[in-house]
Structures are given as C-alpha cells and as structure tokens.
C-alpha cells in the first residue's frame, strides 16, 4: 500500500472511531435510568376490598384493580395505544379512551378503536394480606378478539365531560 | 451626496465598508460580494423574482418569523426555568406580573403558527412553479429538513408551559415513536428520559427547543440560502448578462463602464450610439440588481410579516391550560393543528402506519420528489398529473386537519365546530 493512500484511510479510521466513541457517549449519557417512585413495588388494600363489578383506581401505581373471574388483576391506566389515561366509564361499565376513542371492557379486552392489544396489566402479589403491585413487571394486553370476560356495556357511553374535560 | 455616501467617505466608514465609492455598476454589485450581510443574496435575479406571483415572498415571511421567534424566546428565557416545579408558575408570572409578559409570549405562541404556515405555505409555492428542479434538486432537500425541523421546533415548545394542553399532546406525540420497529422504545426512553413524560423530559425538550433544533435550524437556513444564491445565479441567461440598471419594465440608459474600442479603453464622453444599448422592455428573463430591487420588496415583506404578528398578539392571547396532571387526560386531548391529520389517522389505523410510516414516508417522499419528477418542462400545461398528484395530496391533508382540529370532540368523537368543542392553539 502505498503511503499516502495509508495515510487516507487511516485518518477516515481514526474520524470513524471518533464518531463511534461519541455516539457510544452521547447514547450512554443520555440513557434514562430507572425513575424513582416508578417501576417500584407499590402496596395498595386488602383483596376483600377489591369490587368485581367496578374498578379500584390506584393512583400511586398509575393501575387499576378489579375481580376478574374470581381473580383479582392490576390493568395499566396507561392506554396501550399512545399512552393517554384511559378512565372507567361507570354509566358503561367500560374503560375509555379519550384521546383516539379506544374502549375496553372491565377485564381490559380491546372492545373497539385502534389500539393495538387490550390493557396492559402489573403482576401483583399478597404479601401480608395486603395487595402489592409489582409496577416493574408488565405484560401486554391480550390481542385484539380476546373474551375474557363477556361483559357488554350496560349503559351510556360517557361522551359528556366526566373524565377531567 | 446622500447621508449614507458621506458616512462611507469618513475613515472610519471607509474601514467598515469594504467598496465605499459607488459610481459604477460594477461598484454597486460588489456592495453585495464585498459584504458579508449583502452577500447571502444573488447579486442579479431574474426581473420576474421581484413579482409578489412569483414567491408571494413567503421564504422572506418565514426568515422574518424565526427572527421573531428568536427575539421573542430569548425575553421569555429571562423568566423561565425548565423544571416541573416551577414552569407553570414562571408563564403564569410572565403573562400577570412581567411588563409585556403577555404580549412577548403571545407573540413567541403566534410567530411560531405563522412559521408553520409559511413554511408550508413556502413549500407548495415552490412546487407550484417547479422550482425544485434542476439546479435546485438539493436545495428543496434542505427545505424539506427546514420543515421538519420547524415542526419540531413547534412541538419541543409546546411542552413548554407544562400545563394539560402540553403534558397530553407531548404523551401521544412521543408514543408514537415507540411504534419505530426494533428501536422504538428507547427511542422513547431517550426524548423522554424516562418511562413517561416528567422532569427529565422537561428538560430534554427545553435544551432541544434552545439550543439544538435553533442551532439546526440556522445551519441548514446558512445551506439553503448559500444554495439559493448560487443556484438562482446559474438560472440567469448569460447573453442577457449585460443588462445594466433597471427599474421595472424599462432599462435605462446609464454611464457605461468602460468600452474597449480597436484595442483602446474609451474614458471620455464619445458621440455615437450609448454603450448600454437602448431603452428596452424588460422580459420576464431579463436580470436584475437585487440591490435595491428585491431588497426592497422583502424590506416591505418583512414588515408586512411583524405588523401581522403584531396584529395578531395585542388581540389574541395564547392559551394556557391548567397545570399538567398525570392522572387526569383532558377530554377531548388534541394534538397542536398541525399534527390533526395524523392524530386523525391514527384513530383509524394501527400506530405503526399512521404514527411511523405516514409521517416517514411523506418526508421521504417530498424528498425523493425532483429525483423521481423527470419532466425538465415548467409551464402548467406540460405539469398537468404532477400538479394534480401534490393538489390531491395537499387537499387530503388540509381535510384531515380540519376535521381533527375542528370536528373531534370527547372521546374523538364527531361533533359539529359550532356546537361545542374545538382545538386548542
């Protein structure tokens, strides 16, 4: 090789290199770490105060609790669309979104609008008779068409203000 | 001798402007190549570039907003400090207790809608007369990144104020990249500093919204009229090079430069014909001093421009929400207008297409657009399906916004404008 072609390639190395190292900082740098308060396990109420017709806002964990089949499960506030707070409509006896018009039934299924999968859901845990929300631990909704619950609205949908409009 | 001739004459003027005698045409011109301020223009343009029909001058209207943007942001800097805490309370005290406060941000608020506007507006005027085509190919590029970079601008700012308006819109704009396949959601993380909108993402935006995208913005604008001025000199004729001072529509005859005559410079008054030819109609084609010409007109352009936004803020002021809460989204929550169409969209289509590759493609499809047009002719008649294919897309878009901004109520359903709800600026 010749020297000066040498010489050519190995500045370009050495800017390449350079440019690498300080997308590999900026990236690092500027990386979120984990927020405080959130992705946090969050003691909540007994279980005996969860209602299986309604929902039990959690505010601190950003959740909701309810008694599925039995079952108590934590739903994700968080619309699993763009992220708006979706409500519970209680004429309705439905969660929903004011943003893009998503609703979901008490259960989370994805009743109708575009989102892509129902609500998200916390794992939770009994520990010492109180229920605690494990925010950290998410799992998805359940895929569009998914029957958990068959719980059609049993009213009006709460198109009127309500919900801090 | 004017004011401005004896300033030059002093020594200290003469040590200021670099040509101070300016008798000649060839003087005159080099009061733009000499200057680092006059030099950003062609020193000629084409006699047709001076017509309101030709630009509507909206390239000048949106330089003019930035500059009012600017101003204005650094005053609202003074009384801002980017933190949840305090944010809200700081433009709550700059609209009640700051002399002007109101006004400044109104006028921040205002000149950035405006920019929209005559960005895009700026843009479709370029289309219209075909002027990305070659030699501008590349120039259209970077207004395509201007534009862009002046939504972005847009949308860091709207954050801002931090009150519901700000904290929702921003939530769902920056979803919508955690749809981006394989890096969405560190994409995310990183815009917001977090899982969610907070402190961090404050911040983020604020730095973005001062330094980084202003900073962008003036490097690609340095490009764009770098490009501008060589470009529209290579748009000249060159036989018509000639032509000397005019105002529009008839030349005059003026002392010409020296003549070569049989091998010998002619420096006295000679009988005969005047050198500078005769008296002529200017065509469309002809080249003209953009020195004054077309300084003046964007003087007046300017104006136009700052009393309208002037107009605009002593009547309306810019809104201001309550302050942001988490646990409580507005209902109905809108995104800033120009945003409607997609927020529109993606009511009815998976995120991945209405938030990631619509907005991707129609930037990467205005881009492509003086590759992919091949037709090397400009008139209207021989543009018939290019005007038709960007007329319908434009029509679309417009609808689109319209009905998210003005027809979507709670739960984004349809509603009529005048019966309840409307968008927020």
């Known amino acids: 090789m010749e020297r000066r072609s040498f010489l050519t390639r190995a500045w370009k190395t050495g800017a390449g290199f350079l440019a690498g190292a300080g997308a590999w900082t900026s990236w690092d740098l500027l990386r979120p770490r984990n927020a405080a308060g959130f992705n946090a396990k969050i003691r909540t109420v007994s279980p005996d105060t969860v209602p299986a017709n309604t929902v039990l806002e959690i505010p601190e964990a950003r959740a909701y609790l309810t008694k599925i089949n039995d079952e108590i499960v934590a739903l994700s506030e968080v619309c699993s669309h763009l992220g708006c707070r979706v409500p519970f409509c209680d004429s309705s006896g439905q969660f929903e979104c004011p943003c893009h018009g998503s609703f979901f039934n008490r259960a989370g299924d994805l009743q109708g609008g575009p989102a892509p999968r129902g609500m998200d859901r916390f794992k939770i845990e009994i520990v010492d008779g109180v229920i605690e929300i494990d925010t950290a631990e998410r799992e998805s909704g359940a895929p569009p068409g998914t029957v958990t619950i068959n719980e059609p609205p049993r009213g009006p949908p709460c198109t009127e203000g309500g919900h801090g409009a | 001798m004017t004011l401005m001739e004896r300033v030059r004459e002093t020594t200290v003027g003469r040590s200021i402007f670099r040509i101070p005698d300016r008798v000649t045409e060839r003087d005159k011109a080099a009061g733009h190549w000499a200057s680092f301020l006059l030099h950003i223009y062609p020193v000629k343009v084409r006699r047709i570039e001076l017509t309101f029909n030709y630009s509507a001058f909206l390239g000048v209207a949106s330089l003019v907003l930035f500059g009012s943007l600017l101003v204005s942001g650094i005053y609202l800097m003074f009384f801002y400090v980017p933190s949840p805490a305090s944010a809200y309370g700081n433009i709550q005290a700059i609209q009640t207790e700051v002399p002007f406060g109101q006004y400044i941000r109104n006028v921040h608020r205002w000149s950035a809608h405006l920019m929209v506007i005559a960005v895009a507006a700026h843009m479709a005027r370029v289309f219209y007369r075909g002027a990305y085509k070659s030699p501008k190919e590349f ?287």
Do not use: C
């Open chain 2, 139 to 425: 120039n259209w590029v970077i207004g395509v990144l201007l534009l862009v970079v002046t939504l972005l601008l847009s949308f860091t700012g709207y954050l801002l104020p931090w009150d519901q308006l700000a904290y929702w819109a921003v939530t769902v704009g920056t979803a919508m990249a955690s749809y981006v396949p394989l890096v969405g959601d560190q994409v995310k993380e990183l815009l917001l500093g977090g899982p969610s909108v907070g402190s961090a993402t404050l911040v983020r935006f604020y730095v973005l919204h001062v330094a980084v995208l202003p900073l962008a913005l003036v490097g690609l604008v340095t490009i764009h009229l770098w490009r501008w001025r060589k470009d529209s000199m290579l748009t000249l004729d060159p036989d018509k090079g000639t032509v000397k001072d005019v105002r529009p529509g008839v030349l005059v005859s003026t002392p010409a430069d020296p003549v070569v005559t049989n091998g010998k410079r002619i420096l006295g008054v000679v009988p005969g014909k005047p050198a500078a030819g005769d008296r002529k109609e200017l065509s469309d084609d002809d080249p003209v001093m953009v020195w004054p010409h077309l300084l003046v007109r964007h003087a007046v352009a300017a104006l136009v421009v700052l009393f309208l936004v002037l107009l605009i803020s002593l009547s309306f002021d810019a809104p201001l929400k309550e302050i942001a809460n988490p646990t409580v989204t507005p209902n109905p929550e809108k995104a800033p207008w120009y945003f409607a169409a997609l927020q529109e969209l993606l009511a009815h289509y998976h995120p991945l297409v209405a938030g990631v590759l619509v907005p991707t493609g129609i930037v990467v499809g205005l881009m492509a657009l003086p590759y992919m047009d091949r037709n090397p002719l400009f008139t209207p008649q021989a543009r018939r399906i290019a005007r038709l294919t960007f007329t319908a897309f434009l029509v679309l878009w417009i609808v689109l916004t319209l009905i998210g901004f003005a027809f979507r109520g709670p739960n984004w359903g349809w509603v009529w404008p005048w019966v309840e709800w409307h968008g927020e600026l």
